[in-house]
């Protein structure tokens, strides 16, 4: 399962069983890089969740500080 919040997947955010290791190595080792297709490929399901500012990205330390969160 993964996260989607404000309308949006989030597919960093996730929840895998550790008997999809072996798979999720074959599908990157095929080049491929879109999560969603594998977590569709796996049966996987969104958790709708929300509080999308859970989810912001904050690459910066001003970001940071705008968050709230830096204080």
Do not use: K, Y
Not at 2 to 31: C, K, M, S, V, Y
């Amino acid at each position: 399962m993964w996260a989607r919040a404000g309308g949006r997947d989030r597919p960093t955010h996730a929840l895998l069983h550790a008997t999809l290791a072996a798979p999720l190595a074959a599908f990157l080792a095929r080049n491929e890089r879109r999560v969603l297709a594998f977590f569709s490929q796996c049966g996987g399901l969104a958790v709708e969740f929300d509080t999308p500012a859970a989810f912001a990205n904050i690459n910066t330390p001003a970001a940071l500080l705008d968050s709230g969160e830096g204080r």
